[in-house]
């Protein structure tokens, strides 16, 4: 099907790309912290994030990766850019980025345990320091224990 698709904008990513896939960042309760386009290179994930400097995850530091339906994560070791932490990203290909990292990971001869990551409240992953947008005081409500 070669229909002519004109006025796409440059940043956007077909729904298809083989290697560059839409992702939303999102902590271990699934709070949406930013969204952006990750990329699996020869040797790297890399996390393109709007009028922000892209993050990488070089595959030789990466601790271990999985996915659970629409969600993939993984965890980085303490070698990485950002640190050791656990990563979540929404994305509705989890599955292809997960199988396209396992491709890579055997290309590259690289070891990693691949049992699913699981986020749970406890892992605590590591938070991109996206901007968020402030939340009034009075629309929290929170609680004062005893």
């Not at 595959?59 to 339906?69: A, F, K, P, Q, V």
Request: proline fraction near 6%.
């Amino acid at each position: 099907g070669s229909s002519g698709s004109s006025g796409l904008n440059r940043d956007s990513v077909p729904d298809n790309h083989p290697t560059k896939f839409k992702v939303t960042n999102v902590d271990d309760e699934g709070v949406e912290l930013g969204s952006g386009v990750m990329e699996l290179t020869q040797s790297e994930l890399v996390l393109h994030l709007h009028r922000r400097e892209a993050v990488r995850w070089p595959y030789l530091c990466l601790r271990r990766y999985g996915y659970d339906s629409n969600l993939f994560s993984f965890e980085s070791g303490r070698r990485c850019q950002t640190g050791q932490g656990i990563f979540a990203f929404k994305c509705s290909r989890a599955e292809e980025i997960f199988n396209l990292l396992q491709d890579l990971m055997q290309c590259n001869s690289i070891n990693v345990m691949e049992e699913p990551v699981i986020i749970t409240r406890n892992s605590h992953p590591a938070e991109l320091d996206l901007p968020r947008a402030p939340q009034p005081p009075n629309a929290l409500g929170y609680t004062v224990s005893s």
